[in-house]
T-cell receptor, first 113, second 110 residues
């Protein structure tokens, strides 16, 4: 569990502001993912990256952006274009080799008012 | 794209009884089906998974079955215990992209 971290745990922003959520892993995993979790909606995929300098949109990418400049880091920016940004955001990583198991971070709860 | 349906959304079972959660998927090319457990306030954790070349897998009180023809898979928990109370998510995966179901909240009644 300690191998993937997200910061901060709670984040508050005013409407109209962009905000960046941090995700770092020291597991040497190739793939990283961002999910949004809302009550009753499960885990919805925002973006994922299989390798450095490459990433793909998930099912709900509108209003979000990502970068993957380093293997260890996969920050998510919630832009002002995201209509309902208040949610719990989970980052995950996986090896893509022996196992496809996803290791999740502790999450960031974002509140936009 | 892939769509994963999960039922029921809420399940209450008496302690000691069995619990079954069912999922269907739409993309016949999906080849990996994990199940995650999320306890209150914690991150999801893998409890069992199955690949498309296997029909059933068991790990102590937990088992997963896969019917590729019907495109559905199920989680079975036997002899349920209070610590089994949590939200369970199924998922279907192809080429690193994993799509989750909406989750099942399992309550174990004393």
């Amino acid at each position: 569990d300690g191998g993937i971290t997200q910061s901060p745990k709670y984040l508050f922003r005013k409407e109209g502001q962009n905000v960046t959520l941090s995700c770092e892993q020291n597991l040497n995993h190739d793939a990283m993912y961002w999910y949004r979790q809302d009550p009753g909606q499960g885990l919805r995929l925002i973006y994922y990256s299989q390798i450095v300098n490459d990433f793909q949109k998930g099912d709900i990418a509108e209003g979000y952006s990502v970068s993957r400049e380093k293997k260890e880091s996969f920050p998510l920016t919630v832009t002002s274009a995201q209509k309902n940004p208040t949610a719990f955001y989970l980052c995950a990583s996986s090896t893509r080799r022996e196992s496809y198991e996803q290791y999740f971070g502790p999450g960031t709860r974002l509140t936009v008012t | 794209g892939e769509n994963v349906e999960q039922h029921p959304s809420t399940l209450s079972v008496q302690e000691g009884d069995s619990a079954v959660i069912k999922c269907t998927y739409s993309d016949s090319a999906s080849n990996y089906f994990p199940w995650y457990k999320q306890e209150l306030g914690k991150r999801p954790q893998l409890i069992i998974d199955i690949r498309s070349n296997v029909g059933e897998k068991k790990d102590q009180r937990i088992a997963v079955t896969l019917n590729k023809t019907a495109k559905h898979f199920s989680l079975h928990i036997t002899e349920t215990q209070p610590e089994d109370s949590a939200v369970y998510f199924c998922a279907a995966s192809k080429n690193d992209k994993i799509i989750f179901g909406k989750g099942t909240r399992l309550h174990i009644l004393p």
